[in-house]
């Protein structure tokens, strides 16, 4: 079972399908998914359930961009054997992108 694409995760997202938001200059991230053994965080504002890929604002690696990310492949990145890494800040709540203040261009 997944443990990010989860029944919750995929509600969030029913009116947020891929190209729902790319007319907007300023649009609404939907779910915050970070690195919880390192600096990576998405910051998703569509998602394909059929792929299971979301589109996101990604910080903390090489550099911040906007891209594509499979979320089968973020549940396949693990810590010492079997514990995930990559998890999703429940407590966050849906935000304008500029709300989230990163001093980057949409």
Not at 63 to 87: C, K, N
């Amino acid at each position: 079972m997944s443990h990010l694409a989860t029944p919750e995760f995929k509600k969030l997202f029913e009116k947020y399908p891929f190209y729902s938001q790319e007319n907007s200059s300023d649009p609404l991230v939907i779910a915050k998914l970070f690195d919880a053994y390192g600096s990576a965080t998405w910051y998703i504002t569509e998602y394909s359930p059929i792929e299971n890929t979301a589109f996101a604002y990604i910080t903390g690696l090489a550099h911040d961009e906007w891209g594509y990310v499979s979320l089968t492949e973020l549940e396949s990145i693990m810590f010492a054997s079997q514990v995930p890494r990559i998890e999703r800040d429940v407590h966050f709540k849906s935000v304008k992108f500029s709300e989230l203040k990163l001093n980057k261009a949409c």
